[in-house]
Every structure is written in C-alpha cells, then in structure tokens.
Nanobody
Framework: QVQLVESGGGLVQAGDSLRLSCAAS?????????MGWFRQAPGKEREFVAA????????HYADSVKGRFTISRDNAKNTVYLQMNSLPPEDTAVYYC?????????????????WGQGTQVTVSS
C-alpha cells in the first residue's frame, strides 16, 4: 500500500508554469514503484500525461505535453514532480498522481494500482 498526496495546483494564466508534487508514504520503499501523472478534464476520460520508472532514468510523455512537461522523481524525498511550462487553457484539468508496483512504468489508467486525490490546474486565457 502507498498513499499519494498531490500539491501545487492552482489558477494560472496561459503561458505560465506550474510544478506539481506528489508525496508518497507507505511501508514499501518509494523506489519499488514506477509513477505516472494523469489528468481529467470535465466531461472527459482520465488520460495519460507522463510516467517515470523506478529510478528516474526512463520517462514517457503524451504527445500533447511532450517538450512542455517534465516528470522527475526524488527517491530520497519519496516525491515525484511534474514541471509544466507554457500552459495553454487546454491543459485545464484535475491532475492525478499514480503508483504502480514494479520497475517499469505504464501508460494506461488500468496499469496503476494507487491514486492520489488529485489537484486542480486551471489555465485562464
């Protein structure tokens, strides 16, 4: 079991940046998990944003955020981050952190066992 708590969301203007954080706690060491970020806009399904493997050396991004978002992790701090730059209004959504036991990340919602409560990101035009 792992508990995930996201933070860092808020209201920004188009073109601004935000950094989301996800703090993990639980009995297993944080490096036992690969991590992902997903988002869900109103009326839409939850979609993949970015993922990172257990040691941070491998990452993957959705095409819509590639080049603008960066996922990273600090295993010493049990935290995964999502740096979001050049935000357009279309990035408005609730952003969720997710954990998957194992060294390989996944890109599907069903591949993750543990989820945070989400943090709202609103980008105004």
């Amino acid at each position: 079991q792992v508990q995930l708590v996201e933070s860092g969301g808020g209201l920004v203007q188009a073109g601004d940046s935000l950094r989301l954080s996800c703090a993990a706690s639980g009995r297993r060491t944080f490096s036992s998990y690969s991590m992902g970020w997903f988002r869900q806009a109103p009326g839409k399904e939850r979609e993949f944003v970015a993922a990172i493997n257990y040691n941070g050396r491998s990452t993957h991004y959705a095409d819509s955020v590639k080049g603008r978002f960066t996922i990273s992790r600090d295993n010493a701090k049990n935290t995964v981050y999502l740096q979001m730059n050049s935000l357009p209004p279309e990035d408005t959504a609730v952003y969720y952190c997710a954990a998957r036991l194992g060294i390989y990340y996944g890109i599907g919602v069903n591949e993750y066992n543990y989820w945070g409560q989400g943090t709202q990101v609103t980008v105004s035009s």
